[in-house]
């Protein structure tokens, strides 16, 4: 399916996660001729299947100034995108029940004040306040009061009618298959949309950015983290911030319709060459004691439903957001750790930066990963 | 011990024919074998026993006497049984999660033997999720274990074998069948007939119950179906039923018939649980007359996962007589890929089962096909109708996705929270899957959902069991 | 209605549903009592809040979920007992 009369796209982004599709989105907002290829659906990996956590607190210290921006995005994704993501602002608290936790809340709340989050520490009895269900062992919290969540599974509709308005081309069910060079174009082969004739080329593939770049023989290790995840039943109100522990182990929020979403990076098994994962039951239980734990009410909760999904790291864990080493007019985004978070704000820098822009925030060159 | 331990060669899921068989065909061959069911005694569906505190004073039914036999083989058995024990999560190295009345429990086995029986299915229509409307299968349940009718008056409808044997057992019980309305036609049983030959004795009870039905003057109202249910007065249900062209589909033009009844009975034939085959990922193949979809077999037993083994109904419908054989025929089977029987020994006992387990499945598969679901039937579900009873899901929904773009039931559920909920698609998926088919032309386009834990609904509490904080084994923290 | 010919019940006991007595005998579900006794409405439907009860009997389609000392459990699995508390319980969505 090449533009029936050979017409040459501006970019091609290979991937349609959140990163690629706010970078596909910003492009095409900024006069491009943009094509989104994915070998699945659209937000059907990590984006569409993580916690949804909107959270400064387990964001990456020195990432918090892009975080902020992309909540803000997040809660007006209805303006900017035409359709939401259920976005609702919470106030979000980390806890501390033993001594080291309350010394490691400390030292994560003053690296994110630095970076401009305003954190506040609270008392166990502050804490109380805000948040009656918790575990009365608390010792100390944090809290933020930007914070919230967005229910992931949503997300893939909402960037499919906010590509199709600005007229991007979807290829989905399309996996590349090589990319080669043409008369100065990048030509991209796929399995079932034929070739695609770009000028530029964007790779947004998640924990798959490594064999992308492999294309082009450039080598950055990218790790794959196996994440589970596991929701409730709606109950009762039993929460109404967004919780984490200081020790970054666990993720509890409640929706609007009740569910109770726990997660906190828990992993399972799998990898990203077959996609086939699978949960380790004492993850689960595990994960599932520190919830019960922190909100004993969630005792009587009945579990739903269990998933897991694949998130990408770099070998320093910070973003790998620019150009592809050594490759003219070939781009990566990609591999945020809390990608779903900050992904709408790494994807509108990036498109600044194709279109000629000075982006709003640094970028994150992938050279030091060489 | 095998509870200390947490090991057994082999792990039995589903104490109904085919499981207590094949639990007891492994024990027999010296294999420690371990057998786990929700309910609170073995007999699954059809032999499914009265609670203990009842006591009979009639003779009993043939089913309540292969039912007794069963039971006392596996109690006479080396068969360790866990009654009352819900398996909540299994993994492909064949660990199995389960919770019961003593806490959580767990155990690794060298061989998975699946034999968790069928769902029933319900086309659904606007009312069936009414409080009073209930499944024909759990219509069985209710007069044979609990000895209870559905209501004073009750109508009775779908399709299959159910319909006559619920119906004669409501007239037996000395209740009042409005109506029994039969979406297949004459013809169409008709056709069947020949096949139905193979079991005379049960071709005969059918025919009696029939007979019972009709001298009880109970209509039987053939090639229609349900409607529509609304409540009516005094907590009544008011059900409209029409006639149905060959592929089930209402045919809107032809004239309707409002019944007032206290309790609806409804069900359109069994779908095969495939929720533990489709977490471990086996390879699955869609055979409508079967029920749906199943794991793919070798040798009619083993999956195409290492060590998971299929037994009875879960693996396509075959009836309660052949499930029997299954479970010989699974248990055999493992017996000899863990090495208690050379090939010999195996083929020696393995042929003759097998020939009864043929002769016993012709009865059943043909009662299958009679129940099997004709692709077009869903055209009828109407708008408004829900699909997705757990999630208030309309077939308008639905259908506004696929419009949307949805050709896949995963991306459906993504879009329209449809198969999200505690059931976790088991009573919509084969409905969804169906409809969505209707676009996509194949079942097999459609796709199925995709398997995943919890197998039931557990609570935190169950899971959990007793901890201190300290015991929660913490992983490495997350990078500042 | 009870099929009551040739057969001899459990113990007879009283167990509540919201605050009313309901009379069953030992063996019997609490989803099936309440169902005799002319209850079938267990619980309403989470997005929509229509009622519902019991429909498959097995334990798999989840509609007869009621709540037992503030924990949730099917009452077509559970048997009655005397003087079981049993409420009905669903948690509704906020945003319909």
Not at chain 1, 54 to 80: C, D, F, G, N
Request: glycine residues 10%; proline residues 5%.
């Amino acid at each position: 399916m090449i533009s029936a009369d050979g017409n040459v796209f501006d970019t091609a982004v290979i991937g349609a996660g959140v990163m690629g599709c706010s970078t596909a989105f910003h492009l095409a907002q900024g006069g491009m001729k943009v094509a989104i290829i994915d070998r699945g659906l659209l937000c059907r990996e990590a984006s569409g299947v993580n916690a949804g956590t909107l959270t400064l607190h387990m964001t990456r210290a020195s990432l918090v100034p892009y975080a902020i921006e992309a909540w803000k995005m997040w809660m007006s994704a209805e303006q900017w995108l035409g359709a939401g993501v259920l976005a609702t602002h919470a106030p979000g608290l980390t806890l501390a029940f033993t001594e080291q936790e309350c010394t490691m809340l400390e030292e994560r709340a003053a690296a994110r004040r630095e970076f401009g989050a305003k954190i506040d520490i609270l008392t166990a009895a502050q804490a109380f306040k805000k948040e009656p269900g918790l575990n009365s062992k608390l010792l100390k919290a944090a809290c933020c009061d930007i914070d919230g969540f967005a229910t992931a599974y949503l997300t893939g509709r909402a960037f499919r009618y906010g590509l199709c308005r600005q007229s991007v081309e979807i290829f989905e069910k399309s996996p590349v298959v090589a990319i080669d060079r043409r008369n100065g174009l990048f030509e991209i082969v796929t399995q079932n949309a034929g070739k695609l004739l770009a000028r530029r080329v964007v790779l947004a593939g998640g924990v798959w950015i490594e064999p992308m770049l492999a294309w082009f023989g450039v080598h950055i290790p990218i790790k794959t983290l196996v994440n589970q995840l596991i929701v409730t039943e709606r109950i009762r109100p039993v929460m109404r911030t967004v919780m984490s522990i200081a020790n970054g182990l666990l993720s509890l929020k409640q929706f609007g319709n009740g569910t109770v979403l726990i997660g906190g990076g828990w992993q399972g098994i799998g990898n990203r060459e077959n996609n086939e994962t699978e949960a380790i039951p004492e993850n689960l239980i595990g994960n599932l004691r520190l919830a019960r734990f922190v909100i004993p009410d969630l005792s009587e909760a009945r579990i739903a439903r269990i998933w897991l999904g694949l998130e990408a790291e770099t070998a320093d864990a910070m973003p790998i957001i620019g150009d592809v080493p050594g490759v003219d007019r070939a781009y990566v985004v990609g591999s945020a750790h809390s990608g779903y978070t900050s992904g709408p704000f790494m994807g509108k820098i990036i498109a600044q930066h194709i279109l000629g822009l000075q982006p709003s925030m640094p970028l994150f060159n992938p050279a030091r990963l060489l | 011990m095998i509870t200390t331990d947490h090991k057994a060669d082999v792990l039995v899921l589903g104490a109904g024919p085919a499981g207590i068989n094949a639990a007891v065909t492994a024990a027999n061959l010296g294999l420690s074998v371990v057998l786990i069911d929700q309910n609170p005694a073995a007999g699954g569906q059809v032999y499914r026993p009265m609670p203990f505190q009842f006591t009979h004073t009639q003779e009993l039914s043939d089913a309540e006497a292969i039912g007794a036999v069963q039971r006392e083989k596996l109690k006479k058995s080396a068969v360790f049984t866990y009654f009352e024990h819900t398996v909540w999560n299994v993994t492909r190295d064949l660990r199995v999660d389960a919770v019961g009345p003593d806490g959580p429990r767990h155990w690794v086995c060298r061989a998975l033997i699946v034999a968790t029986g069928t769902t029933e299915r319900v086309v659904p229509f606007p009312g069936w999720e009414l409080p009073g409307v209930i499944g024909l299968a759990a219509a069985t349940i209710l007069l044979k274990s609990q000895k209870m009718l559905p209501g004073k008056t009750t109508l009775v409808a779908g399709c299959g074998p159910l319909l006559t044997a619920v119906a004669a057992s409501i007239v037996e019980g000395g209740g009042h069948v409005a109506a029994v309305v039969d979406a297949a036609s004459k013809q169409a049983w008709a056709r069947g007939m020949p096949e139905l030959i193979s079991r005379p004795d049960l071709l005969w009870q059918g025919i009696k119950w029939i007979a019972k039905i009709k001298r009880a003057g109970t209509p039987i109202l053939s090639a229609s179906a349900i409607e529509r249910i609304e409540p009516s007065k005094k907590n009544r249900l008011s059900v409209t039923v029409r006639p149905v062209d060959s592929q089930r589909r209402l045919i809107t033009s032809a004239r309707s018939q409002t019944i007032v009844v206290d309790a609806v009975v409804v069900g359109n034939g069994l779908v095969p649980s495939t929720d533990i085959t489709r977490a471990l990922r086996a390879e699955h193949e869609y055979v409508n007359a079967l029920g749906g979809w199943i794991a793919k077999n070798d040798q009619l037993v083993r999956s195409s996962v290492d060590g998971l083994y299929l037994a009875g109904d879960a693996c396509g419908i075959s009836g309660a007589a052949a499930a029997l054989w299954h479970g010989e025929l699974a248990g055999l089977t493992v017996g000899y890929d863990l090495g208690k029987l050379d090939v010999q020994a195996y083929r020696a006992l393995v042929e003759p089962v097998r020939k009864e387990f043929y002769k016993a499945r012709k009865f059943g598969r043909a009662m299958g096909r009679l129940m099997a679901m004709p692709p077009q039937q869903v055209e009828s579900v109407s708008a408004e109708a829900i699909v997705c009873r757990c999630e208030d899901v309309t077939r308008r929904e639905i259908e506004a996705a696929i419009d949307e773009g949805a050709r896949e039931v995963n991306q459906l559920k993504a879009w329209t929270r449809c198969g999200m909920g505690p059931c976790q698609g088991r009573t919509c998926g084969d409905i969804v899957a169906s409809i969505l088919a209707l676009k996509t032309g194949s079942r097999e386009a459609a796709g199925y959902f995709t398997g995943r834990g919890p197998l039931r609904p557990v609570s935190l509490e169950q899971i959990t069991g007793t901890y201190e904080y300290s015991d929660i084994p913490i992983p490495k923290a997350a990078p500042l | 209605m009870r099929i009551d010919k040739n057969l001899k019940r459990g113990q007879q006991i009283v167990f509540t549903f919201n605050g009313e007595n309901y009379l069953a005998y030992e063996g019997e579900s609490v989803a099936c009592a309440l169902f005799c006794a002319g209850m079938p409405h267990l619980r309403n439907s989470p997005h929509l809040g229509s009622p519902r009860g019991m429909f498959c009997l097995m334990g798999s389609c989840q509609e007869c979920v009621v709540t037992i000392q503030n924990r949730k459990v099917l009452a077509c699995q559970t048997p009655v007992v005397n003087g079981l508390q049993v409420n009905s319980g669903t948690e509704r969505d906020d945003n319909d």
